[in-house]
């Protein structure tokens, strides 16, 4: 996973957390962690993990509100994670 980008390994681990500990009913990942935590466990500093998931809201792949983390297009991130960069759009 380390020479992965950071996009890749971060859409990589909201998915396990999904996978792994599923959803709030209403639709938040089953598990918090803070901002920190996720970037060390995917190996960045916190301030790159926070800007890469404000990324993912702008792109509408997921969305904060508060502590709470929702998935908003899977699918986009399971792209991500195989690599596909159409047109620049992960970049």
């Known amino acids: 996973m380390g020479q992965h980008q950071v ?20 639709g938040a990942l089953n598990i918090y962690m803070k901002r920190a ?13 926070i800007r890469t998931l404000k990324r993912f809201e702008r792109n509408g792949w997921v969305r904060t509100h508060k502590k ?10 399971h792209l991500l994670v195989e690599g596909y960069r159409a047109n620049n759009a992960f970049v």
């Open 68 to 77: 709470a983390i929702y998935l908003s297009n899977e699918q986009a991130l």
């Open 7 to 26: 996009g890749e390994r971060l859409a990589s681990l909201l998915l396990y957390i999904k996978d792994e500990f599923g959803t709030q009913p209403d």
């Open 37 to 49: 935590e996720m970037a060390n466990f995917i190996g960045t500093a916190t301030e790159s993990m």
